[in-house]
């Protein structure tokens, strides 16, 4: 080629990526962690010890069971939709697989 040629091909290039920032979609600005007050009210009590207390104890009870009553109601209940849902599902493949009969 030319070099008359290959600089009006280079001049009639231009970037595809935009130079210029985007605009601001928010205007608000965002506050660091330094700016918050010190106050810890909001954390609350560690309870991490306490529980390690708890599910570390030999008492011979599956992790899942631990911590009484709700653990047994959420046990039981997940079971009971577990097996539901099993049952629901073969009889539906069941009822799917039977031929429809010719009116």
């Known amino acids: 080629m030319h070099l008359a040629a290959i600089l009006t091909i280079r001049k009639g290039l231009k970037p595809i990526v935009s130079t210029e920032s985007p605009a601001l979609i ?9 700016d918050l007050p010190a106050t810890d009210s909001f954390l609350g009590k560690n309870k991490v010890p306490d529980l390690q207390k708890l599910f570390q104890k030999a008492d011979g009870l599956p ?3 631990k911590r ?18 099993t049952i629901y599902c073969l009889v539906a493949l069941y009822m799917a697989s039977q031929p429809r009969s010719q009116k």
């Open 68 to 85: 009484g009553v709700p653990d047994k109601l959420l046990y039981r209940t997940t079971m009971a939709l577990t097996i539901g849902g």
């Open 63 to 65: 992790v899942h069971l």
């Open 26 to 34: 928010f205007g608000t600005t965002t506050k660091l962690a330094s």
